[in-house]
């Protein structure tokens, strides 16, 4: 069992909030991952429950649901904020409560930070990232020792109603969130409660098989071949340095008709080859380059993505930079210690 405690004043004052709450809103980061929609709708199914008769509870995402998630139960209420950045704005004036889940800053909702950090309602945040931003939230619920927000909200449920609400629905979107920010429990998955929550969710008869393949076996024809050419011409490794990278430009993504969400899991291939410690992929979007990196043993991937204005976790972190493609692969390159070296011929045999 999780075995950190909760401030039992902090429990008790988020509880009495949710009850008095006519309108809740919850929101998680840009670009959202399984993490991100496995615990803004868990925690929507939890609140429909726990708050009062007549209660609004509105899930959003600043871009929206990605595809690979739309299976999730009730995904179709999450509203899209970037349609609409002045409804979201009414929207913060008219919340009782906020709830951003999966995210240590405003900052994280892109287009819609403005409006939360002015919103005068209650504000929670519940998430497992480093260094949570605690002046723009009333209550903070964090733990970046744990794998992941779903696993935090399963324990903080657990905390303020025990059983009560935790059914089918919302322990098939937590166990989505958990079993996708470990890497199908291959990393941040150290302590015995990620596999004791898995225990727990896995017993309302979620069928873990068919969540892993809605997730993941899910690949368009354009994907496949995208990743085909992303192994073949677009990977630089560095055997000497132990670090694998990938740079996709604008160009690269309209080529195949790919984006952001495609690219979910395609840096972890950096990290297949047995010699290779870090990885690295660039991913150019209009006016900035997203970074992700990831890294196995000592490396701390973290310490890296802070100082490209990011951050993340040991070994799995990122940023987004507000430099072209090629400034920021320079920088990467940089960071990374491969800035002078010759990357491995691919081509080459033997």
């Not at 309602?121 to 949570?132: M, R, S």
């Not at 209550?139 to 609400?165: H, K, N, T, Y």
């Not at 690219?263 to 380059?289: D, F, H, I, P, S």
Request: glycine content about 8%.
């Amino acid at each position: 069992m999780y075995t950190k405690q909760f401030d039992s004043q902090d429990i008790t004052k988020f509880l009495q909030w949710i009850a008095e709450a006519r309108n809740i809103l919850l929101v998680s980061h840009m670009n959202a991952d399984g993490d991100a929609c496995g615990s803004l709708m868990g925690l929507t199914l939890l609140y429909d429950q726990a708050s009062m008769i007549g209660c609004s509870v509105t899930p959003v995402l600043p871009n929206g649901c990605p595809k690979n998630f739309e299976w999730l139960p009730e995904s179709g209420r999450i509203v899209k904020g970037e349609n609409d950045t002045q409804a979201w704005e009414r929207m913060t004036e008219e919340a009782d409560l906020i709830v951003g889940v999966d995210m240590n800053a405003a900052s994280r909702t892109d287009m819609l930070a403005e409006p939360l950090r002015k919103a005068r309602c209650h504000k929670v945040l519940i998430d497992h990232h480093h260094n949570p931003d605690r002046e723009e939230f009333e209550l903070v619920f964090s733990d970046p020792e744990i794998s992941s927000s779903c696993e935090l909200v399963l324990w903080l449920s657990q905390a303020m109603w025990g059983d009560r609400f935790l059914n089918r629905e919302v322990a098939t979107c937590l166990y989505a969130g958990l079993s996708t920010d470990t890497g199908g429990f291959a990393f941040s998955c150290e302590q015995p409660s990620c596999f004791e929550a898995a225990s727990m969710l896995v017993r309302y008869d979620i069928h873990p098989a068919e969540i892993h393949n809605l997730i993941i076996n899910t690949f368009s024809v354009n994907r496949m071949q995208f990743y085909g050419f992303a192994l073949s011409e677009r990977l630089r490794i560095y055997p000497d340095q132990r670090v694998a990278l990938m740079a996709f430009s604008l160009d690269d993504q309209k080529r195949f008709g790919v984006g952001g969400e495609d690219m979910e899991g395609l840096v972890n291939y950096t990290l297949m080859m047995k010699e290779m410690e870090v990885g690295a992929l660039l991913r150019e979007e209009v006016g900035r380059t997203k970074v992700s990196l990831r890294a196995k043993y000592e490396v701390n991937v973290n310490h890296i993505a802070q100082q490209l204005g990011g951050g993340g976790h040991t070994k799995a972190a990122g940023a987004t930079c507000k430099m072209p493609l090629d400034e920021t692969l320079r920088e990467v390159e940089k960071l990374l210690g491969v800035e002078n070296a010759k990357p491995l011929d691919c081509n080459s045999k033997g």
